[in-house]
């Protein structure tokens, strides 16, 4: 099975730059997602990195290593409509299509 | 724009109910999958289908079963409904060439009571 780590909540103030941590320990791996949660609404697809290294994307970027088993969601310049959960999820090597997830960060943008 | 839809977006059953959730994509995705979101929890993958009557159980199948009759369409089943299963549902799909993950739907939050 997979173990997806990342926190539960983040506040940050509407301008700033968060970082979202996500740790996973797999018995294999074929990449790894980033999703936004808006409340009441469906996970939408933010970033995939299935190599090391940083993937930018406008505003949100993110990192991978493989190696350490840990990645990063880079949000700038937030604003308020990134208020929303963030969700990790790593594809399991040996079943190429499915995905497990990790708890979700809800991030909370402030004035 | 490419869609997966659930049939309900809230639904209230009674102990004991069978329920029936219903997913449908438009995209000729080949796998589908079903979740089930809990504070604190994330997702959990309850049911999965590569294939047109194919299914795998995922990592908690228990007290759920489900249909895939067509490719399109890919049912959950709740053969005796519980107050434990008072959750958010979602169906997701992906194509098997695709690296961008899933598309999900706006989820059925389903209450047992």
């Known amino acids: 099975g997979q173990n997806i780590d990342q926190p539960t909540e983040m506040t940050a103030t509407e301008g700033a730059i968060v970082q979202i941590n996500c740790t996973y320990q797999?018995?294999?791996?074929?990449?790894l997602f980033w999703y936004q949660q808006h409340a009441g609404e469906a996970p939408t697809f933010l970033s995939y990195?299935?190599?090391?290294g940083l993937e930018e994307k406008g505003r949100f970027s993110s990192f991978l290593s493989r190696s350490k088993g840990y990645s990063y969601l880079l949000l700038k310049e937030l604003q308020m409509k990134d208020s929303a959960s963030y969700l990790c999820?790593?594809?399991?090597?040996?079943?190429?299509?499915?995905?497990?997830f990790g708890a979700g960060t809800t991030v909370t943008v402030r004035a | 724009d490419v869609k997966v839809t659930q049939s309900s977006r809230y639904l209230v059953k009674r102990t004991g109910e069978k329920v029936f959730l219903e997913c449908v994509q438009d995209?000729?995705?080949?796998?589908m999958f079903w979740y089930r979101q809990d504070p604190g929890l994330g997702l959990r993958l309850i049911y999965f289908?590569?294939?047109?009557?194919?299914?795998e159980k995922g990592d908690i199948p228990e007290g759920y079963s489900v249909s895939r009759e067509k490719k399109e369409r890919f049912s959950l089943i709740l053969e005796s409904a519980s107050t434990n299963q008072t959750s958010m549902y979602l169906c997701?799909?992906?194509?098997?060439?695709?690296?961008?993950?899933?598309?999900f739907g706006s989820g059925t939050r389903l209450t047992v009571v």
């Open positions: 990195n299935v190599l090391d």
């Open positions: 999820a790593v594809r399991d090597g040996s079943n190429d299509y499915k995905l497990s």
């Open positions: 997701a799909s992906s194509s098997s060439t695709s690296g961008h993950g899933y598309t």
């Open positions: 797999t018995s294999g791996f074929n990449g």
């Open positions: 289908s590569y294939d047109v009557k194919m299914k």
């Open positions: 995209m000729d995705h080949e796998n």
